[in-house]
T-cell receptor, first 113, second 110 residues
Framework: NAGVMQNPRHLVRRRGQEARLRCSPM?????VYWYRQLPEEGLKFMVY????????ESGMPKERFSAEFPKEGPSILRIQQVVRGDSAAYFC???????????FGPGTRLTVT | GQQVMQIPQYQHVQEGEDFTTYCNSS?????IQWYKQRPGGHPVFLIQ?????EVKKQKRLTFQFGEAKKNSSLHITATQTTDVGTYFC??????????FGTGTSLTVIP
């Protein structure tokens, strides 16, 4: 049973470009969370999705950031017109239910130059 | 503001010494989870506590959930170099969002 997969593992973008981060949850998991982590800091909640629905996006900036979890395919975190401050590690986690343990992917390290 | 506070931020111990990290919330938590993240790695689930006053053990690790469900602790007995990493608590408040603590970075000196 493959774990949570994220790609790419490393992504370099120039200011103003778009970044697309993908997350494939564990088989059978319909709950996906996205977190952002800066060096030496904790995980900051961004968005919680459950198949085709955004349940809670209160941690995600309203501008430039969007997330989706379509019926088929991976969950996507999209950052438009990236700025240097977007450089961070972005982790997704999947869970079999709302209150259950979260299984994290390896993360995508985004660097904006 | 920060919903879940965790202390200490850093802890250096000699191998064989004990280690404790504390997690505190200003509001009642539905449950609390603990994760470990190795340097350069991703968080790995350790345990979940749900009931008031609950205590769970995993070998040398002991997890507690406070009676008021506002605080929790992780205690490691006789630390080993394999215990190195950052330990995070994550509390679920009323709602859908897990609030992660700032983490405690543990260094074990051999």
């Amino acid at each position: 049973n493959a774990g949570v997969m994220q790609n790419p593992r490393h992504l370099v973008r120039r200011r103003g470009q778009e970044a697309r981060l993908r997350c494939s949850p564990m088989k059978g998991h319909s709950h996906v969370y996205w977190y952002r982590q800066l060096p030496e800091e904790g995980l900051k909640f961004m968005v919680y999705l459950q198949k085709e629905n955004i349940i809670d996006e209160s941690g995600m900036p309203k501008e430039r950031f969007s997330a989706e979890f379509p019926k088929e395919g991976p969950s996507i975190l999209r950052i438009q017109q990236v700025v240097r401050g977007d450089s961070a590690a972005y982790f997704c986690a999947s869970s079999p239910d709302r209150m259950g343990e979260q299984y994290f992917g390896p993360g995508t390290r985004l660097t904006v130059t | 503001g920060q919903q879940v506070m965790q202390i200490p931020q850093y802890q250096h111990v000699q191998e064989g010494e004990d280690f404790t990290t504390y997690c505190n919330s200003s509001t009642t938590l539905s449950n609390i989870q603990w994760y470990k993240q190795r340097p350069g790695g991703h968080p790995v689930f350790l345990i979940q506590l749900v009931k008031s006053g609950e205590v769970k053990k995993q070998k040398r690790l002991t997890f507690q959930f406070g009676e008021a469900k506002k605080n929790s602790s992780l205690h490691i007995t006789a630390t080993q170099t394999t215990d190195v990493g950052t330990y995070f608590c994550a509390g679920l408040l009323a709602g859908n969002q897990f609030y992660f603590g700032t983490g405690t970075s543990l260094t074990v000196i051999p």
